[in-house]
């Protein structure tokens, strides 16, 4: 991993489902986007447990031909495992990283990712392998968080942590957001060869019943272990308590809706 402060993914996978059913809007914008038909070849890259490649081979019936992959092993064991538990067909896992994709040039009809592309190592690089393995013709879509400001809760994570830990342990939400920016995609997917596409931006909130149930499920997910692991066991309380003063302004009707936006890029090849 390039940067020490995202989640060790290997290590997470069983945990990261946690967050897939606040993560769901995502994949139907993505998908809708994505316009894949039945019969198609579709690849999903940096797939993780699974998303958005599972989603769309119920959506289309298994009636399609659909690999995801990602660099963690543990996170392509846990979509295998899915894939097979639900009984779908039609689609396959692989451990493979994005920027050295081993599929032939023009193989796919469609291509996707779901918030994984600012994470890799070189992003232009899997971009470019996203572009070279559509067909001419063919469709993609991929989804990244927006502005630092809109993600709201590693902004949070940002701010309780700074003063806490050394800058190399703070959360990843440099990185989260490192393409945040419309310009700043715009630039990378033209350098890596991408022309026609359409950007927007979307925005969705995680809605929990209480922050006791956000906190219990940020740390369940193990997603900000690294941090949390860095500190004494009495700071965590001291962290929790900070958190909750900063989710606070975000109770609506007794409950914690907490928005955040993306950007959701696609087009033809
Ligand atoms: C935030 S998760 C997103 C997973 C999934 N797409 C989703 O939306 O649920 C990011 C994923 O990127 C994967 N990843 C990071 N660097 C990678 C690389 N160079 N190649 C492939 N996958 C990578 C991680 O292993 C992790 O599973």
Same mark, same amino acid.
């Given at each position: 991993?390039?940067?020490?402060t995202?989640?060790d993914?290997d290590?997470?996978?069983?945990?990261?489902?946690?967050?897939?059913?606040?993560?769901?809007?995502?994949?139907?914008?993505?998908l809708d986007?994505?316009?894949?038909?039945? @019969?198609?070849h579709?690849?999903?890259? +940096?797939?993780g447990? =699974?998303e958005p490649?599972?989603t769309l081979a119920?959506?289309?019936?298994d009636?399609?031909?659909?690999?995801?992959v990602?660099a963690?092993p =543990?996170m392509v064991?846990?979509?295998?495992?899915?894939?097979?538990?639900?009984g779908?067909?039609?689609?396959?896992?692989?451990?493979m990283?994005?920027e050295?994709?081993?599929f032939?040039?023009a193989?796919?009809?469609?291509?996707?990712c779901r918030?994984?592309i600012m994470?890799?190592e070189?992003?232009e690089? @899997?971009l470019r392998e996203? *572009?070279?393995?559509v067909k001419p013709g063919?469709?993609?879509a &991929?989804?990244?968080?927006g502005?630092?400001?809109?993600?709201?809760t590693?902004?949070w994570a940002q701010r309780?942590f700074?003063? /806490?830990?050394?800058p190399d342990?703070?959360?990843p939400?440099?990185?989260?957001?490192? &393409?945040?920016?419309?310009?700043?995609?715009? +630039?990378l &997917?033209r350098?890596a =060869?991408?022309?026609n596409?359409?950007?927007?931006?979307? /925005?969705?909130?995680?809605q929990?019943?209480s922050y006791?149930?956000?906190w219990?499920?940020l740390?369940?997910s193990?997603?900000?272990?690294t941090?949390l692991?860095?500190?004494?066991? *009495?700071?965590?309380?001291?962290?929790r308590d900070e958190?909750a003063g900063?989710a606070a302004d975000?109770?609506r009707? =007794?409950?914690?809706?907490i928005? *955040?936006?993306?950007?959701l890029a696609s087009g033809n090849?």
């Amino acid at each position: 991993m390039p940067n020490n402060t995202q989640p060790d993914w290997d290590q997470i996978a069983a945990k990261f489902d946690l967050w897939l059913p606040h993560l769901a809007p995502v994949s139907e914008t993505l998908l809708d986007a994505l316009n894949a038909h039945a @019969g198609q070849h579709i690849i999903d890259l +940096a797939s993780g447990t =699974g998303e958005p490649a599972l989603t769309l081979a119920q959506r289309l019936d298994d009636a399609a031909d659909i690999v995801g992959v990602d660099a963690a092993p =543990g996170m392509v064991r846990a979509a295998q495992a899915k894939a097979r538990a639900g009984g779908l067909r039609g689609i396959q896992f692989l451990c493979m990283p994005a920027e050295r994709l081993d599929f032939p040039t023009a193989s796919f009809d469609r291509a996707m990712c779901r918030f994984g592309i600012m994470l890799l190592e070189d992003p232009e690089l @899997g971009l470019r392998e996203m *572009h070279r393995v559509v067909k001419p013709g063919g469709r993609y879509a &991929l989804a990244v968080w927006g502005r630092p400001e809109s993600m709201t809760t590693l902004q949070w994570a940002q701010r309780a942590f700074e003063d /806490r830990l050394p800058p190399d342990l703070h959360p990843p939400l440099a990185i989260a957001t490192s &393409l945040g920016d419309p310009q700043t995609l715009a +630039a990378l &997917l033209r350098k890596a =060869g991408y022309q026609n596409f359409d950007i927007q931006t979307h /925005r969705f909130d995680y809605q929990f019943d209480s922050y006791a149930q956000y906190w219990d499920l940020l740390a369940a997910s193990e997603i900000l272990k690294t941090q949390l692991d860095a500190l004494p066991e *009495h700071e965590h309380r001291a962290v929790r308590d900070e958190v909750a003063g900063y989710a606070a302004d975000f109770v609506r009707n =007794g409950r914690l809706v907490i928005p *955040h936006e993306y950007l959701l890029a696609s087009g033809n090849k």
